[in-house]
């Protein structure tokens, strides 16, 4: 059971449904003909893509489609005009379904940048000009923000540690692997991946191969600092100010559910600091 099931309500997600839907609008018959005569391959290819992504294979998948054949163009103009958001795409239906599963309208890779509903940013998580037969297919399509979009651009590794978190498939989070860590007698702040927790080895690398392709590290930090300065503001050095301090830091541990965002991680260092150290984060980073 791939999580795209629990988000996406449309009752016809079926491969051979949606596909045949998008190509009964198509205008250009040419394509259409060659489009119609590929159905049948399309759906093994699908199964196939389920199937090796449920056990993190997808670095294997092979195109079926040959580069520079009329089939290839058919399929990327297929996707152009049926859910490219710069066109009058025709199954809003779908494109507004593939949106909604960007969870509080969060990005799936980064989980801090936005996804816009109406103006969201479609990733081929397979790249298209790659793998052209997953072009419009829905377990393919994440919405993410313009950035990890950008950045993920046409990357693809043959390698099974350098590949990105399918957020349909892998699981990340039954583990705590994102931690803050202070350098430089606490004048530096920086986030950092370890796998103290026993998850898979494999996962914890492709989560740092994330984070450093799609600069995950960097848009943190400045989201941390951000937050430490107005936190910090409000004190003066006053020994129980920082006490309190620290509580609200304790408090502010507690209340956040998402074990490996930004701010868990950032509250978990800082409610283990000590006044001392609280101190002289003061007069660093105030
Ligand atoms: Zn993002």
Redesign the pocket.
């Known amino acids: 059971m791939y999580n795209l099931e629990k988000y996406l309500k449309i009752e016809d997600i079926d491969p051979i449904m949606t596909y045949e839907e998008y190509l009964k609008s198509y205008i250009n018959n040419n394509n259409r003909l060659v489009l119609e005569n590929f159905i049948e391959k399309i759906i093994q290819q699908e199964l196939l893509y389920e199937e090796i992504a449920k056990n993190r294979g997808l670095y294997q998948f092979q195109s079926k489609v040959d580069d520079n054949s009329a089939l290839k163009v058919a399929l990327l103009n297929l996707y152009k005009n049926q859910l490219s958001k710069t066109n009058s795409y025709k199954h809003k239906k779908y494109y507004n379904e593939i949106v909604k599963i960007a969870k509080n309208g969060k990005?799936?890779?980064?989980?801090?940048?936005y996804v816009f509903p109406g103006n969201a940013t479609l990733d081929h998580f397979l790249p298209k000009s790659k793998f052209p037969e997953l072009s419009v297919s829905l377990i393919n399509l994440v919405p993410?923000?313009m950035?990890?979009?950008k950045h993920k651009g046409e990357i693809f590794n043959e390698d099974e540690k350098q590949q990105f978190i399918q957020p349909y498939f892998d699981n990340i989070n039954s583990e705590r692997w994102l931690f803050v860590e202070f350098n430089f007698n606490f004048s530096q702040l920086n986030y950092v991946i370890r796998n103290d927790n026993g998850l898979d080895d494999v996962l914890i690398d492709r989560i740092k191969f994330q984070f450093k392709k799609?600069k995950i590290y960097e848009k943190y930090e400045i989201q941390a600092i951000d937050e430490l300065r107005e936190k910090l503001n409000i004190v003066n050095s006053d020994n129980s100010k920082l006490i309190a301090l620290l509580e609200e830091f304790n408090d502010s541990y507690n209340r956040i559910n998402v074990l490996n965002s930004w701010k868990k991680a950032l509250y978990a260092r800082l409610r283990e600091l000590t006044i001392e150290e609280c101190q002289i984060l003061m007069n660093n980073f105030k």
């Open positions: 990005c799936p890779y980064c989980s801090i940048g993410c923000c950035d990890c979009n799609l």
